[in-house]
């Protein structure tokens, strides 16, 4: 119903930015919560940040005050803008939707439609 598609991942130095895009299209009419994702090698699925459709922000502890998601008015957009990155944020990145969670609810399976990924790398 709902497909998703990332972008915008690649190799930093730590201290460098990266901004991660998510495309949504096919059934988008409903409004939906957006969320990120991240999983590195052996790691479980980690939450990172979410944000619902009035476009109040949630952040994981780890990520407070470097990340920023946000939305375009459409609903149609996910961001995720990433300053002063550090080696441990390097993972590969989803995003992901749902019609029916709100507020800080990261927990995957909670979550209906999820993106293929993209890579971030950050080196030391």
């Known amino acids: 119903q709902v497909q998703l598609v990332e972008s915008g991942g690649g190799s930093v130095q730590a201290g460098g930015s990266l901004r991660l895009s998510c495309a949504a299209s096919g059934n988008t009419s409903s409004t939906y919560q957006m969320a990120w994702f991240r999983q590195a090698p052996g790691k479980e699925r980690e939450g990172v940040a979410a944000i619902d459709s009035d476009d109040n922000p949630s952040y994981a502890d780890s990520v407070q005050g470097r990340f920023t998601i946000s939305q375009d008015n459409a609903k149609k957009s996910l961001y995720l803008q990433m300053n002063n990155l550090k080696p441990e944020d390097t993972a590969m990145y989803y995003c992901?939707?749902?019609?029916?969670?709100?507020?800080?609810?990261?927990?995957?399976?909670?979550?209906?439609?999820w993106g293929q990924g993209t890579q971030v790398t950050v080196s030391s």
């Open positions: 992901a939707a749902d019609p029916l969670v709100m507020g800080w609810v990261m927990t995957a399976t909670e979550y209906k439609y």
